[in-house]
């Protein structure tokens, strides 16, 4: 057990905005909220996840939605109260402990803010080791562990609680309440013991959000930066270096769908890239060949900084690194791909390791 | 009070699916789901709404969505246990007795099965006095009664909980999961207490069903039948006697939207009327002069026969009767109007009371 204090969370956000993968939300609002929120009710314990007790409930805090409109409507402030308050009787038991769902800029920090508010401990873990853009996309549902019950509420106050049968029901019915709500929603989802929680959550991914933070912070002060330290770090591989030159984006069914064009400069130059997002980046072609798809991480930095960049922040002209990250093993299981694999996307695509894809171009 | 035998529930479908204004549901299948709940648990009680007490919780029981899809999609059974069962711990009262939300072929039928089914009785009541598509248009509306907490099912066991800010972003948000949930949905709605009913609902209109039905039955064995006695029994104006010629339909968003073109026989030869509905006749012009609009009734009954004609059921040559009847007054005060007038449904029209419309035209 630890406390989490302000530089953690600044760690946190930028770390897990890497982690989001283009997606996730802008970690700069979600930093905000987590940081009022220990200011005004005091720092939030972090737990490992080998403190919860076997039986004791936990359940994650989150928002659903497109990131892009997370820009522009915050959520009122006592919503996780709300939803806590309204799941009680259904749950029949006490909640011990939240945890994010994801890592993102925006579902790491709602659960430090949701656990300052209520004076809860958090979990050092989440259910996906980055982001995902839908729900049933949970190392839980591997396993078969029920997102409901669930309860979600909009900044408006309206409140929804469900039941249902599988976790892609889940995402159909929860999805098309969140575009009713206004294209985001917030949500206290997959409530889960903590003997279940051990078995099959992704641990110590605060931790590991932290550290890409840290590393990131550090290097940024340095003078020639260079990303092989955060390669080191993360294990990831670099793809291309270049220059945003066209971003397509649309809003459709409470999801941000779009494209990413980057010309490559430098020792890359002659190059180009092309990625596919639907909220987080889904599949990489460098040069028209594929080199990177889900559930391996497809990350935007920047290329002065190596700020993590979201898709809903790129612009034309933006000098970036990609870099390409694995993924965490439970995701490269048979049924990990199939919930989570290009095909799953829509891509007539095997899924293949990242590091696979990146050894076989490495002479590039 | 009184129980319902089978004699009346057949005639009360009847009736319901006159009142249902060609929408409200096949009252076949309405029929079926009541006779059987009450052949296997028992006969129904049913009180009128002075009996209710004034602390004792009622909910009315429903479907909703698009009346043309309830023909191939049945609800499972026990739907109605479950919603009972899981709306509990947030209403905090136990449930005295089930009502009618609307009069039609299904909605008045849902709640005699339901009453069997759990042993509750049923109040002689609705909050329409017809069916109308959305469920913020009730009579409960006008007084700022509040249409949540509701529980919402579909027949594959998915089961949410809705607690709203109002009823118009109620329907918004059951309407989007009912269209997940495959266009149906069963829902438990209006916990309203005795003492709020009795000052808000349209009474005794399961008996004034009933006497419909039962004329509607008694006409349908006579020689020469008019429809001379059906008029004198509901206040009906009779509009137009003719032959379908056209019915276009489509089902978008949950409801059936759609238009009915009759032209005129015998009496009406070369008079032509063209019917606008969602799920219910809203507008109706003669000639191209409107005669009759929502939240008055526009009903479609079989030539021969009188039996009450639903819009899904509507075919090219079908012979009927197209007659009037005035709404209950609460929908005439211009909060009523607001909520369920042609304006509502996108006609720029102002209400006028059926009565003065055909006056107007009664020459004809």
Redesign the interface.
């Known amino acids: 057990m630890r406390f989490i204090n302000e530089q953690a969370i600044q760690d946190i956000a930028t770390g897990a905005s890497l982690l989001g993968a283009g997606g996730g939300g802008d970690p700069y609002i979600g930093k905000l909220m987590a940081l009022s929120a220990v200011e005004k009710y005091g720092p939030v314990q972090l737990l490992d996840v080998t403190e919860v007790p076997d039986d004791a409930l936990t359940i994650a805090s989150s928002m659903m939605g497109a990131p892009s409109v997370f820009v522009e409507k915050f959520p009122r402030g006592d919503e996780y109260e709300q939803l806590f308050a309204?799941l009680r009787?259904?749950l029949g038991q006490d909640i011990f402990a939240t945890y994010p769902i994801e890592a993102g800029g925006i579902n790491s920090m709602i659960p430090i803010a949701v656990a300052a508010r209520l004076g809860l401990p958090m979990v050092d873990c989440d259910s996906m080791g980055r982001a995902f853009p839908e729900l049933q996309m949970s190392t839980f549902s591997i396993y078969g562990i029920e997102a409901t019950p669930l309860a979600i509420t909009d900044e408006?106050?309206?409140?929804?609680?469900?039941?249902?049968?599988s976790n892609s029901?889940t995402e159909?019915?929860a999805r098309?309440?969140t575009?009713?709500?206004g294209a985001t929603s917030s949500m206290c989802i997959f409530p889960i013991k903590g003997r279940d929680l051990k078995k099959t959550c992704v641990k110590k991914i605060v931790t590991y959000s932290e550290n890409i933070g840290k590393t990131i912070r550090e290097l940024s002060k340095k003078k020639g930066v260079t990303i092989q330290t955060l390669l080191d770090v993360t294990g990831g591989h670099h793809i291309l270096s270049g220059k945003v030159t066209d971003v397509s984006r649309i809003t459709k069914g409470g999801f941000n769908y779009g494209k990413t064009i980057i010309e490559g400069i430098d020792d890359d130059k002659n190059k180009q890239a092309e990625i596919l997002f639907q909220n987080e980046n889904i599949a990489l072609k460098r040069n028209g060949e594929v080199v990177a798809t889900a559930p391996d991480l497809i990350c935007l930095v920047d290329f002065e900084t190596l700020t993590p960049m979201t898709n809903e922040g790129l612009k034309y002209g933006k000098r970036v690194h990609i870099i390409g990250l694995p993924c965490d093993p439970q995701w490269r299981t048979q049924k990990g791909i199939e919930l989570v694999g290009p095909r799953y996307f829509g891509y007539d695509l095997d899924y293949v390791p990242i590091e696979k894809l990146c050894k076989k171009g490495a002479h590039e």
Do not use: P, R, Y
């Open positions: 309204k009787c259904f408006k106050g309206n409140v929804g609680i469900l039941d249902t049968i029901w159909k019915i098309a309440m575009v009713q709500m």
